[in-house]
């Protein structure tokens, strides 16, 4: 009687190990996207930070796409799906599992649209799928076809070519006016009459979570510009904030995410927090991201994805 109880425990302990290392383990590999002036990472920081490494730990393959940082979501997605192709080629897997935030969730919605054969589901995170009303004050702010739009336009494309420098990205082009006008309330809903797949009938609504292409579609968002005042890009994001008479993350309203199966709008973070920076700083009294993500996985995990 004396060794079984340790025995037993043993046994519990292990068998707990196991279910633990294969909690994130998806049928389908998982590829994450980042959104406008993004990247894979620079000098060993990720963009989506620790999160490939938490993925990759409990059992997902985990790949970081590597796109324009900023460009339209249209030539981004032709990017991606060249990328997507290798990675089936390399796993031997028949579809992958595609995460996009922010500009990301269009890029990645542009490949379940063209080639849903390829892309088992979508992920939005902080997606803008109807807009963002920082995109538009730019816009309006900035007269078409001035000095100061080619001036800024100039900065703006330099600043995404170093980006993509120091990350290791090749030489992307860039064209940070194509980046905005995609992002604004216009310019996405043009986007979306040519790829509608998961969206809502309307602003704010649900689209369904498996869409007529056969892909499966999910959102998720914060609602908060100030989460963490040890954090140096907070004050920034809260300013930004201030566009919205909803609640948003700072740069996407939470209503403007949406897609697919909507898992939660309102998590007390930031844009940054949703991809878990600044270096994994977040509100105290909310979830840690990367157990979001975790947890999303093993959701797609248990759908056979």
Same mark, same amino acid.
């Given at each position: 009687m004396k060794l079984?109880?340790?025995?037993?425990?043993?046994?519990?302990v292990f068998y707990s190990q196991m279910a633990h290392a294969n909690y994130t383990k998806t049928k389908y590999?998982?590829?994450?996207?980042?959104?406008?002036?993004?990247f894979d990472d620079i000098v060993g920081i990720d963009y989506f930070y620790g999160i490939p490494q938490a993925l990759t730990s409990d059992g997902a393959q985990v790949f970081v796409a590597s796109v324009s940082a900023a460009n339209s979501s249209e030539l981004r997605g032709?990017?991606?799906?060249?990328?997507?192709?290798?990675?089936l080629a390399l796993t031997g897997a028949e579809k992958v599992n595609v995460f996009g935030h922010s500009q990301g969730a269009q890029t990645v919605r542009y490949v379940a649209s063209v080639k849903p054969e390829l892309v088992a589901s979508v992920t939005s995170i902080g997606g803008v799928n109807w807009g963002s009303k920082v995109a538009d004050i730019v816009r309006n702010t900035v007269p078409e076809g001035s000095f100061t739009e080619a001036f800024a336009e100039t900065l703006a494309n330099s600043f995404a070519a170093i980006i993509s420098f120091f990350s290791g990205? @090749?030489? +992307?082009?860039?064209?940070a006016l194509a980046a905005l006008e995609v992002l604004t309330t216009s310019g996405t809903l043009s986007f979306n009459q040519k790829y509608p797949e998961g969206l809502p009938s309307h602003y704010c609504g649900e689209g369904e979570m498996l869409a007529s292409n056969g892909v499966m579609y999910f959102s998720w968002s914060g609602s908060k510009g100030l989460t963490?005042?040890?954090?140096?890009l907070d004050g920034a994001i809260g300013l930004l904030s201030l566009?919205?008479?909803?609640?948003?993350?700072?740069?996407?309203?939470?209503?403007?995410?949406h897609l697919g199966l909507v898992i939660k709008d309102n998590y007390k973070m930031n844009h940054l927090d949703e991809i878990?920076?600044?270096? @994994?700083? +977040?509100?105290?009294?909310?979830?840690?991201?990367?157990?979001v993500y975790r947890r999303h996985a093993n959701r797609l995990k248990n759908l056979g994805l």
């Open positions: 079984l109880l340790p025995l037993m425990l043993a046994i519990s590999p998982i590829v994450l996207v980042h959104g406008i002036f993004g032709e990017q991606l799906l060249t990328q997507v192709e290798y990675i990205q @090749g030489m +992307h082009p860039q064209d963490n005042i040890l954090d140096p566009a919205f008479n909803e609640p948003s993350d700072g740069l996407v309203s939470s209503c403007s995410s878990n920076h600044s270096f @994994g700083l +977040h509100h105290l009294f909310e979830t840690d991201p990367v157990t």
